[in-house]
């Protein structure tokens, strides 16, 4: 995962304009266009899941990269869920810069950037015919790393964005969400988040990663 946080500069200038008998000063008018907001720096990405039968069948996922540059591995130890056969969990997506103290929650800009971010999450062992791909659909396309198999065994999952942003018509962001889960079955969970200023439309190409992570996923 490579993310950039850019710092802007703000030059300011003085003009001094001195009015004679036979002379004045005329000033140039001009328009800047803002430069679009810059991906978002993290470390740590948390999945939090609750079964909506059961408030004490809970659980936190945790993707972590503590090291900047990216050279290290990321600490995959807890980026696991067990998940029960034929239930529903409400999720809550947990973005953290840990690199500060204390850790910045970056999930909170996001959420005040929701027109600009969407989530897709991707399980995977999956058959071509359940893969959809275009507005609103929360799988990854092929041609952006999706394996699918014809035969399986296959993740029984799906996921479903709750949220959304403030765009005309509102657009999906996938800070909270559904996981329903089906028959028994192991895989995995890949994780994305855009970053789309301008460009935002509820696809997966506009834009660039602001992460993209992995979880093993049990369900039993």
């Known amino acids: 995962m490579?993310?950039?946080?850019?710092s802007?500069?703000?030059l300011a200038g003085a003009g001094l304009c001195i009015l004679a008998t036979i002379a004045g000063c005329n000033k140039k008018e001009s328009t800047v266009t803002p430069a679009p907001p810059s991906n978002e720096f993290l470390t740590t990405v948390e999945l939090k899941l609750t079964n909506t039968a059961d408030a004490t069948?809970?659980?936190t996922a945790i993707w972590r990269q503590l090291d900047p540059t990216g050279a290290a591995s990321p600490d995959t130890s807890k980026a696991a869920m067990t998940l029960?056969?034929?239930a529903t969990y409400s999720a809550q997506v947990i973005l953290l810069d840990e690199t500060q103290n204390p850790a910045v929650v970056v999930s909170d800009?996001?959420?005040q950037r929701a027109n600009y971010h969407l989530f897709f999450f991707q399980p995977?062992?999956?058959a071509p015919g359940n893969l959809v791909i275009g507005t609103n659909s929360t799988d990854i396309p092929v041609s952006d790393g999706t394996v699918t198999s014809a035969t399986g065994p296959y993740l029984n999952l799906v996921v479903g964005r709750t949220d959304q942003d403030s765009n005309n018509p509102p657009l999906p962001v996938g800070l909270t969400d559904n996981f329903a889960t089906g028959a028994a079955s192991t895989g995995s969970l890949r994780v994305v988040l855009r970053h789309q200023p301008n460009?935002?439309?509820g696809t997966y190409d506009p834009g660039s990663a602001d992460l993209d992570v992995n979880y093993s996923v049990t369900i039993h």
């Open 8 to 10: 802007g500069r703000l």
């Open 2 to 6: 490579k993310t950039t946080r850019l």
């Open 57 to 59: 069948d809970t659980l």
């Open 84 to 86: 029960r056969a034929n």
């Open 109 to 111: 800009e996001i959420r």
């Open 199 to 201: 460009v935002k439309n």
């Open 124 to 126: 995977t062992p999956i």
